[in-house]
């Protein structure tokens, strides 16, 4: 595969980059710092990705840095076939309704901006005739929930959208997986109590590569958040209202 990856520099989508160098996948890595990008190439390239793995300045903050680091990603590789966006804000619900500036940067990234750079993946995806574009979005979008309510409602957003994407580009060859991780200990959970069935980095990349390999519209990711959500999304609202989850 020949993959531009949104996202490697931590977290899930570290050890997903991580399995794919190993197998000798080639990657190019979009971030906003390019200092840490570069340790993650080096790192990349001796675990087996082919060399040299090229980087690019991408900020889900800026969009118009998405357009950019595409082309230096499809002219560096000779071509994309995989795009991966694993890279996200994320905030505590109390944060986010402290601070409008931290709320609108959020919204933005995990919606919108996330949106618009998945927007110019897919058309140069399709431009090759197809592709895949794996991209992280949350359970926390499954129901409106007191914890995650404003994190949940981006990330409603952006798996509506991604659902969209597989209905009307399939045909054409843009195969769409959407990632769907329960509680997973990254940097991103750090400090915050985990439930049962919280899930490793490491554990979930291999479920999530399994997935690109077979072109799986939807993964829950650890596996068993897909029955949790099967049970909190048929919760009636008056029993959302009471409970904390
Ligand atoms: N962890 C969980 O429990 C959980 C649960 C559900 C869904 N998810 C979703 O799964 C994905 C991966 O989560 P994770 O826990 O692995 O996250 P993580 O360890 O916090 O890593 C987040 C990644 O996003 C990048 N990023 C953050 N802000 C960015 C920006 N403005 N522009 C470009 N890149 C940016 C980070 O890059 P820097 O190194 O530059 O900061 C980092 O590579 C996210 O979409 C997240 O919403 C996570």
Redo the contacts with the bound molecule.
């Keep these: 595969m020949k993959v531009a990856f949104?996202?490697?520099?931590?977290?899930?989508?570290?050890s997903l980059a991580r399995l794919m160098a190993e197998r000798g996948d080639g990657l190019f890595l979009?971030?906003?710092?390019l200092a840490?990008l570069g340790r993650s190439a080096a790192e990349l390239q001796i675990l087996g990705a082919p060399g040299p793995v090229g980087t690019a300045h991408?900020?889900?903050?800026e969009p118009e840095t998405f357009a950019p680091a595409l082309e230096a990603a499809e002219a560096t590789m000779g071509g994309l076939d995989t795009v991966v966006?694993?890279?996200?804000?994320?905030a505590t619900q109390e944060q986010l309704e402290a601070d409008s500036v931290l709320r609108g940067q959020l919204l933005a990234?995990?919606f919108g901006n996330t949106v618009g750079f998945c927007e110019l993946a897919r058309e140069r995806l399709l431009a090759r005739g197809g592709g895949t574009l794996c991209v992280?979005?949350?359970?926390?979008g499954e129901r409106g929930r007191k914890p995650v309510l404003l994190?949940g409602a981006a990330?409603a957003g952006l798996s509506r959208y991604l659902e969209g994407l597989d209905h009307t580009f399939r045909a054409r060859g843009l195969v769409v997986v959407t990632?769907?991780?329960?509680?997973?200990?990254?940097?991103?959970?750090a400090g915050l109590e985990p439930p049962p069935f919280?899930?490793e980095?490491d554990a979930v990349a291999k479920t999530v590569l399994a997935a690109i390999d077979r072109g799986k519209p939807v993964i829950y990711a650890p596996p068993i958040w897909r029955w949790i959500m099967l049970v909190i999304r048929s919760l009636p609202r008056f029993v959302m209202r009471r409970i904390d989850f």
Excluded at 6 to 14: E, I, K, N
Excluded at 30 to 33: I, K, Q
Excluded at 85 to 90: D, G, N, Q, T, Y
């Design positions: 949104l996202g490697a520099s931590r977290g899930m989508g570290r979009l971030g906003r710092d840490d991408c900020d889900l903050l966006v694993s890279a996200a804000l994320f990234a995990d992280f979005s949350s359970v926390a994190y990330k990632v769907k991780p329960g509680f997973v200990k990254t940097g991103m959970t919280a899930g980095p």
